[in-house]
């Protein structure tokens, strides 16, 4: 079972640091956009340097070549996970991935937002079928484009792995513990329903980065990830 990935939506190196201090093994933590527009790629290299790591949370969106070039540069870190929008269409898919020849960072692509809804879509998009018609869409032509995932909401999870197969990855922001608010995002899940429901891994932000001992959330949120209670 993969590790819980944590959000780390901080503005600074100093919080990064301080928040890392109080954990004692190496960690799966997402960087993204607010972070590294703050801190840019040193910080990435810092956190790699402990040890840790990185799903660089870019989603890249722009004409093929520019995100091509854009992906030579950040294969380069190191990071383990980066993602563009499959938004961007299989071509702009397919050089991202080319972008990223030789090196060992998985590319995942965003589907819809788990803050968007389906009447937003329909409202915001332009997109009349389903919300999960949508994303398997988007999923299809992920897999076609080469890549290894996508990001997903735990309600399409199942159905991406039966459509893409069990070894296409299927990361899942959204996820709360039961009792923690869901702030601004619309479709969300526990750890243990996003095992329930194919994840293959999962990201939490607030419930850990804002608990009162952050330590102590991660352990009993990778717990229930892992199935133990």
């Known amino acids: 079972m993969n590790k819980p990935i944590i959000a780390l939506d901080f503005a600074s190196k100093q919080q990064v640091e301080a928040f890392l201090a109080q ?13 590294y527009f703050q801190e840019g790629p040193e910080l990435v290299r810092f956190i790699k340097s402990q040890g840790h790591s ?16 854009a992906m030579k540069g950040l294969a380069n870190l190191g990071v383990d996970l980066v ?3 499959a938004a961007g269409g299989l071509e702009m898919m397919k050089a991202a991935k080319r972008g990223l020849a030789g090196s060992e960072t998985k590319l995942i692509a965003v589907t819809q937002l788990t803050s968007t809804s389906e009447s937003q879509m329909h409202e915001d998009q332009l997109v009349y079928v ?12 992920a897999m076609q484009a080469g890549l290894d995932g996508v990001v997903c909401s735990v ?8 459509a893409c197969g069990q070894n296409f ?13 869901v702030d601004d995002q619309k479709r969300v899940a526990t750890p243990a329903q996003a095992r329930a429901k ?18 102590d959330s991660y352990a009993q949120i990778r717990e229930e990830w892992s199935g133990k209670f």
């Open 169 to 181: 990855l299927r990361v899942t922001p959204g996820i709360r513990p039961a009792t923690v608010s």
């Open 198 to 215: 194919g994840s293959t891994h999962i990201v939490v932000g607030r419930a850990i980065t804002k608990a009162e001992n952050p330590a």
């Open 54 to 69: 990185i799903f660089l949370d870019l989603k890249l969106h722009d004409i093929p070549n520019t995100v091509e070039s």
């Open 23 to 35: 954990f004692s093994e190496p960690l799966f933590v997402k960087v993204g956009m607010e972070l």
């Open 130 to 141: 389903s919300l999960e018609e949508s994303v398997l869409h988007y999923a299809k032509r």
């Open 155 to 162: 309600l399409e999870a199942e159905a991406i792995g039966e």
């Open 83 to 85: 993602n563009v929008h």
